[in-house]
């Protein structure tokens, strides 16, 4: 992987590494993904992919709003302000 | 020993008995690091450890990630919440592991995790605490969970017998995901009846959890057993010769055994790892620095910054799966990957549910005895991943499975796993069953006996 590419990947998925740590990680994946090259030899088109290992029938929960019996529990995980959750600037 | 619940249950304990074994574990801790958080229980019930990855409401849930430092769940887990109600267990403790089930050795985190048979060798990962617990206890079950092999391997490794249910059966809601379609909440005990007493508790459909399911759980218990050629080969010599002649006493108590061969199963180990990381790389985006656990207080930077801010507390195989998760659902490579990786699932599936629909799968548990830690530290990714070699197969694909020691070599365990078809849950864990009939575990340690 260039360095380019894997500085864009750090980017995208919000990691900063030491240039130490850049360096070991980088190399570990190198050898990581020529490990897992050997998955793109498998050449079966007629299989279908199992999103999961059993047949989910994935009927999604009914559009019903709940009420959370304690939500000064829940809110006490966040940073809040006057019932708001503080977050970063976007 | 058939169960160590109901023998618990029958027998009178001391007044001071839960405060005898918390001061044990308290003094006992810090050698062995089995436990994120030590409970003084104050009900009369069985000793119940449960996993850092499980939420039980009011007390700490941390995955043993730094970035989850502080974080109380405001409610229990659903497999937590039907134990409870049963009001048979006091909760001791929540267990060690490593970083959101990142590890097969219990070392990748803040307090690398001791076997207790050799304080000087790796206790099995991820669920390293939960195995610890079993070891050190003579009254308890651990809730623990799996992804790749994270119950057996550290059943194996500290000689305790670890179940993983069928994917589906044991509702997730209130796991702190690694990888969604992999991951399965099981049990470890010193005792096969103990874990069915836990299955049948905490089985079925939980609305909770869109994935689980009320599918029949059968027990059907198969004399025909399979060993794959393919995975055999990859096992030390020393252990391999020592699980045939496991397999000959298996002989001579009525089972027939058969070798197949299976070359797709070499594709397990990257195939697993290609889709677990893609998941896990989607689960962790949620941990940027402002809920759940560690925070970050400068609010001016903007959120990209603040976001990779937050997640240096990330340990560097978390680092390592995010940057590989991230990449491998890059449009350029997913098909290459990550599609291929659910094809090869979909596969071996198919193949072993034939072989499965009147045998039982058996191999030793691990390819190797558990490493010096100095030894595991000193490995790479690759051979780290490798060692997964016989708990990944049924981890892809949803089978049971269940660990449980069969001989001894030089105080450490020697273990086997026996693998069943999907839903046969019961058929697994009676087959241990049968075998506790004819062997007796040793334990170095019996904390709690009454």
Redesign the interface.
């Known amino acids: 992987?260039e360095d380019k590419e894997f500085d864009r990947?750090?980017?995208?998925?919000?990691?900063?590494?030491s240039e130490e740590?850049k360096q070991?990680?980088q190399n570990?994946?190198e050898?990581?993904?020529r490990?897992?090259d050997?998955?793109?030899k498998?050449n079966?088109a007629k299989?279908?992919?199992?999103?999961?290992?059993?047949r989910?029938e994935?009927?999604?929960?009914g559009d019903k709003i709940e009420k959370f019996e304690?939500k000064d529990?829940?809110l006490?995980?966040?940073?809040t302000y006057r019932g708001f959750?503080?977050?970063?600037?976007? | 020993m058939s169960s160590y619940i109901e023998e618990f249950e029958s027998k009178v304990k001391p007044k001071d008995y839960y405060d005898r074994l918390y001061d044990e574990l308290v003094r006992l801790n810090p050698r062995l690091n089995a436990f994120n958080a030590l409970i003084k229980p104050d009900k009369n019930g069985i000793p119940l450890s449960v996993k850092d990855n499980i939420c039980v409401k009011g007390i700490e849930a941390t995955a043993s990630s730094k970035i989850l430092k502080g974080y109380i769940p405001p409610f229990n887990a659903t497999v937590v919440e039907r134990v409870l109600k049963t009001k048979r267990f006091s909760i001791i403790g929540k267990t060690n592991m490593d970083e959101f089930g990142f590890g097969s050795f219990g070392i990748n985190c803040e307090k690398p995790a001791k076997n207790p048979l050799d304080e000087e060798r790796v206790a099995g990962g991820s669920s390293s605490g939960a195995a610890i617990a079993t070891a050190l206890l003579k009254y308890h079950v651990a809730i623990a969970e799996s992804t790749g092999g994270s119950i057996s391997a550290p059943a194996a490794f500290c000689g305790v017998v670890g179940f993983t249910p069928t994917y589906s059966v044991i509702s997730r809601y209130g796991l702190i995901d690694y990888a969604n379609s992999l991951d399965k909440i099981g049990f470890m005990a010193r005792s096969a009846d103990d874990i069915r007493v836990m299955l049948d508790i905490t089985k079925g459909k939980d609305n909770r959890d869109p994935t689980s399911t009320d599918s029949k759980i059968v027990g059907l218990h198969h004399k025909k057993l399979v060993i794959i050629d393919e995975l055999i080969d990859k096992v030390d010599e020393k252990i391999r010769s020592q699980f045939f002649e496991f397999v000959e006493k298996l002989k001579n108590l009525g089972y027939t055994v058969k070798n197949i061969n299976l070359n797709e199963i070499d594709l397990s180990i990257p195939a697993y790892y290609l889709i677990a990381m893609a998941e896990a790389s989607t689960n962790l985006a949620k941990f940027t620095g402002f809920k759940y656990g560690f925070k970050l207080n400068d609010f001016s930077k903007n959120y990209n910054e603040f976001f990779a801010e937050a997640r240096e507390e990330f340990g560097t195989e978390a680092k390592r799966r995010v940057i590989l998760g991230t990449f491998i659902r890059s449009a350029s490579v997913k098909d290459k990957y990550y599609s291929k990786s659910l094809i090869i699932r979909k596969e071996l599936i198919d193949k072993l549910s034939k072989v499965l629909k009147d045998a039982f799968l058996i191999s030793p548990t691990m390819p190797i005895m558990p490493p010096k830690i100095s030894e595991a530290n000193s490995m790479s990714p690759v051979q780290n991943y490798a060692t997964d070699i016989l708990t990944i197969p049924p981890n892809l694909c949803g089978l049971p499975h269940i660990s449980f020691p069969y001989s001894y070599s030089n105080g450490l365990p020697l273990s086997a796993q026996i693998v069943g078809s999907q839903f046969n849950d019961y058929g697994v864990i009676s087959f241990v069953s049968e075998w506790e009939k004819n062997f007796e575990y040793k334990f170095k340690y019996n904390i709690g006996e009454i």
């Not at chain 1, 994935?58 to 929960?61: L, S, V």
């Not at chain 1, 006490?76 to 940073?79: A, D, P």
């Not at chain 1, 959750?85 to 976007?90: D, Q």
């Open positions: 992987m990947l750090l980017k995208i998925s919000r990691i900063k590494l740590e070991r990680i570990d994946i050898g990581i993904l490990y897992f050997s998955v793109d498998f079966e299989i279908k992919p199992a999103f999961h290992p059993i989910i994935g009927h999604p929960r304690d529990s829940l006490s995980n966040t940073k959750i503080i977050g970063p600037r976007i």
